[in-house]
C-alpha cells in the first residue's frame, strides 16, 4: 500500500469534484449565508440588550426582533440547501469512484487481482468508498465555510477593537486548525489499520462462508470461530481506542473554547473599563465569539474521523492509481486470425522463472496439443497469448504481428479461453453463456452447448436454460460446470480457442462428444489443447512437451 500523508489523500480525493465543482461553491456560499445567519441572531440579541439598557445603537427594537425573524427563516432555508448539496455531490462522486474502482479493477486484472483476498476487495468497494460520504458531504464544504465565516467574524468583532479581532482569530485557529492536527496526530495510523483489519475480517469470513463444507467436514469449526472472534475482538480495541480519542477531542475542544469565551469576557471588560470600547461593543464582541464557534468545532470534530476517512480514502486511491501489468491497447489496425507463434519467450513470476526460452508454432486450422506435469508452465503460456501477462523476453505473436500491436477489443474477439475452473454467476443458465455473445439466438446457444455435449442435461432441469446455477454454481456438478464454459467458448465464436484441461471432470462420454465437436471445427477455427489424458492428445495434429519451463 502507497503510503500518503493525509493532506495528499484530501488534495486528490478533492481533485475528483471538478465535475461539480458549481455545486460545491454553492454549497459553500449556502453553508457560509446559513452559519452567519444563525450568528446573527445571537448577535441581534446583544443589540437588543443594548437598546434596552439605554445605549443608542441606531436600530428599534422591533426591527431587531423582525430581523431575527427573518434570519432563522433564512437560516433553516440555507441549511436545508447547503446539505442537499453536498448530498448531492456525495453520492454523485460516490457514483463515479464506484464506477472508475470497477474500471481500474478491470484493467488490473487477472495478473495484479490473482494475490489480493477479494473479501478484502469487497471492503474496498463497499464500506471504504461509502465512509468517503462523510468526507465530500461533510469535509470539504465545512472547511472552506470555518475559514470564510471566521475571517468575516474575526473582522467584525475587529471592528470593535484590533485587539478582540486578533483574539477571536487566534479561538479560530485553535480550535478549527490546531486541535483537529493535533487529534490528528495522537490518532496516528489507527484509521488505517481499523480499515486494513475491517478488509481483513471480511475475507476471511467469505473465506470461511466458501469452505463451509470443509470446515464442518474435518471438524474446524471451532477452531475458525475462534479465530474469527479474535479478529473482531482486535477490531473492536481499536475501535474502542478511536472512540475514546473522539471523546477526549470533544471535551478538549470544549474545554479550549470556554477558555476562549473568557479571555474574550475578560479582554472585552478591560477595554471597556480602559473607555476604549463602550459596554455595547464589550457585550456583542463578547457575544459573537461565544455564538459563533460552530463551523471551526464541526472541524475539530474531524480530527479523529479524519483519519478512517483518509485511511478509506488511501485504499481506494491504490486501486486507482495502481498501474496494471498489461495496458489496454487502442487504435491499431485491425487484424484477422492467420495463426499465432511464441518465439524465444521467457517469463518469470517475480524470482521463479516459469516458461524458459519457448518456441510454439501454431498453424491457422490446426489443433496443437501441449503436455507436462504440473507447474511446467502450460497455463502460463495460454496467460501469455492471451496476454493477461506480459512477455519479458522473447515474442509472442498472432498473425505475424507482436500481440503487444494488437488492440485489446480485437484481441479478445479473436481468442476464447477455457480454464481449469470455470466461474459461473449467480445468474440463469442462459445469461451464464450470454456473457460470451450478448447477442445471440436461442438457436446458436443451444448449438454450442451441443458441441460442450450440455444442451441434453439442460433441457431436463425444471426451468432448462432459465434454470439458475445458484452461487458460484454451487447446484452444478464440476463436469456440468466445465462444459458449461466450454459451451461459453463455442458460443463466443473465436478463431483461436485456448482450452486449458478441458475434460479433465467429464466422462469418456462426453469427452468424445467434445473432441469430435473440436475436430469439427478445424475448418475454422485453431485450438491450443493442454490436458494430461493420451484420449484428449489423440485428436491433436502436433504436440508440444513442456518440462521445467523447457520444450523437450
Known amino acids: 500500500m502507497k503510503k500518503r500523508t493525509g493532506f495528499q489523500v484530501m488534495a486528490q480525493l478533492i481533485g475528483l469534484v471538478k465535475p461539480l465543482t458549481g455545486f460545491m461553491l454553492l454549497a459553500i456560499g449556502l453553508g457560509l449565508l446559513g452559519h452567519l445567519a444563525a450568528s446573527f441572531i445571537t448577535i441581534l440579541g446583544g443589540y437588543a440588550i443594548s437598546s434596552i439598557l439605554g445605549v443608542e445603537i441606531g436600530i428599534s427594537l422591533g426591527w431587531i426582533f423582525g430581523f431575527a425573524i427573518l434570519f432563522a427563516l433564512v437560516r433553516g432555508v440555507l441549511r436545508y440547501g447547503e446539505q442537499a448539496c453536498n448530498h448531492y455531490i456525495a453520492f454523485k462522486l460516490l457514483a463515479l469512484l464506484r464506477q472508475k474502482v470497477f474500471y481500474a479493477l478491470r484493467r488490473l486484472c487477472p495478473a495484479k487481482l490473482e494475490g489480493k483476498d477479494k473479501g478484502n476487495l469487497i471492503s474496498i468497494i463497499t464500506s471504504d468508498i461509502e465512509l468517503l460520504e462523510v468526507f465530500y458531504a461533510h469535509t470539504i464544504s465545512p472547511i472552506a465555510i470555518a475559514f470564510l465565516f471566521s475571517l468575516i467574524l474575526s473582522i467584525f468583532i475587529g471592528s470593535f477593537h484590533p485587539l478582540l479581532g486578533v483574539l477571536a482569530l487566534v479561538a479560530y485557529i485553535c480550535v478549527g486548525v490546531a486541535i483537529p492536527l493535533f487529534i490528528s496526530k495522537q490518532s496516528g495510523e489507527d484509521g488505517l489499520r481499523f480499515r486494513t483489519q475491517a478488509g481483513e475480517l471480511s475475507a476471511f469470513v467469505l473465506d470461511s462462508l466458501r469452505g463451509l463444507e470443509e470446515i464442518l467436514q474435518y471438524g474446524n469449526g471451532n477452531q475458525r470461530l475462534q479465530e474469527m472472534n479474535q479478529r473482531t475482538e482486535a477490531l473492536s480495541v481499536d475501535e474502542k481506542r478511536m472512540k475514546q480519542m473522539t471523546g477526549r477531542n470533544q471535551a478538549i475542544t470544549n474545554t479550549v473554547i470556554l477558555l476562549f469565551d473568557v479571555a474574550m469576557l475578560f479582554a472585552s471588560g478591560w477595554l471597556c473599563l480602559q473607555n476604549r470600547i463602550d459596554f455595547s461593543a464589550a457585550l456583542l464582541a463578547t457575544i459573537a465569539l461565544m455564538s459563533s464557534f460552530g463551523p471551526c468545532v464541526a472541524l475539530a470534530n474531524l480530527g479523529s474521523t479524519l483519519q478512517s476517512t483518509f485511511a478509506a480514502g488511501n485504499r481506494v486511491l491504490d486501486i486507482l492509481q495502481e498501474s496494471p501489468v498489461t495496458e489496454e491497447i487502442s487504435g491499431k ?181 467434445i473432441l469430435k465437436s473440436l475436430k469439427e471445427e478445424k475448418d475454422t477455427k485453431t485450438v491450443v489443447l493442454i490436458s494430461h489424458r493420451q484420449s484428449t492428445m489423440r485428436i491433436v495434429d502436433r504436440e508440444y512437451s513442456v518440462e521445467h519451463g523447457r520444450l523437450c
Not at 517475480?350 to 524458459?356: E, F, N, P, T
Not at 496476454?387 to 476464447?416: D, P, Y
Not at 441434453?456 to 439458475?468: C, H, N, R, V, W
Open 333 to 513: 489496425k485491425e487484424i484477422a486470425f492467420q495463426g499465432a507463434a511464441v518465439d524465444n519467450v521467457t517469463f518469470a513470476y517475480q524470482d521463479q522463472k516459469i516458461l524458459d526460452n519457448i518456441s510454439v508454432e501454431i498453424p491457422h486450422g490446426e489443433i496443437v496439443g501441449i503436455v507436462g506435469k504440473s507447474g511446467s508452465g502450460k497455463s502460463t503460456l495460454l496467460k501469455l497469448l492471451m496476454r493477461f501477462w506480459q512477455v519479458q523476453q522473447g515474442k509472442v505473436s498472432i498473425s505475424g504481428t507482436n500481440i503487444n500491436e494488437i488492440n485489446t477489443s480485437n484481441l479478445r474477439q479473436m481468442e476464447s479461453l477455457v480454464t481449469q475452473e470455470t466461474h459461473l454467476f449467480q445468474d440463469t443458465i442462459r445469461n451464464n453463456l450470454l456473457i460470451a455473445n450478448l447477442k445471440a439466438s436461442q438457436q446458436e446457444i443451444e448449438e454450442a452447448c451441443k458441441k460442450a455435449s450440455i444442451h441434453d442435461f439442460i433441457m431436463q432441469l425444471p426451468k432448462q436454460y432459465d434454470t439458475s446455477v445458484g452461487e458460484l454454481g454451487d447446484t452444478l456438478s464440476g463436469g456440468e460446470c466445465q462444459r458449461l464454459g466450454l459451451a461459453r467458448a463455442f458460443l463466443h465464436q473465436a478463431d483461436f480457442m485456448l482450452l486449458d484441461e478441458p475434460t479433465s471432470n467429464l466422462d469418456s462420454l462426453n469427452e468424445a462428444v
